[in-house]
Nanobody, 122 residues
């Protein structure tokens, strides 16, 4: 089993920045497709972006493109989400997810963290 633990959430004003971290532990694989998801009250959990840990090229949703940056530190087994120019609509619970597969094509995210709250005030 892979355990994922997020941290770094908090409350900021619009225009501010936060960096989320997701540490993977337990059984490890050589590569994962890893992603950040965001869930707001009454809404579905939407993907913010994903990255394949072997080659580190990230893909982002249109709502965060140009403001958020994902990265992965293989040595620390940690996924990061640098969030800049935050907006009130970025408010939500952010979840880290992982799929132990050979690419990010049609990922089956079988591993999830518990989530970390991000609140952006106007």
């Amino acid at each position: 089993q892979v355990q994922l633990q997020e941290s770094g959430g908090g409350s900021v004003q619009a225009g501010g920045s936060l960096t989320l971290s997701c540490v993977a532990s337990g059984r490890t694989y050589s590569s994962y497709c890893m992603a950040w998801f965001r869930q707001t009250p009454g809404a579905r959990r939407d993907e913010v972006g994903h990255i394949y840990t072997s080659y580190g090229s990230a893909t982002y949703s249109d709502s965060v493109k140009g403001r958020f940056t994902m990265s992965h530190d293989r040595a620390k087994s940690t996924l990061y989400l640098q969030m800049n120019d935050l907006k009130p609509e970025d408010t939500g619970i952010y979840y880290c997810a992982a799929a132990a597969q050979g690419s990010c094509d049609s990922p089956d995210y079988g591993y999830w963290g518990q989530g970390t709250q991000v609140t952006v005030s106007s």
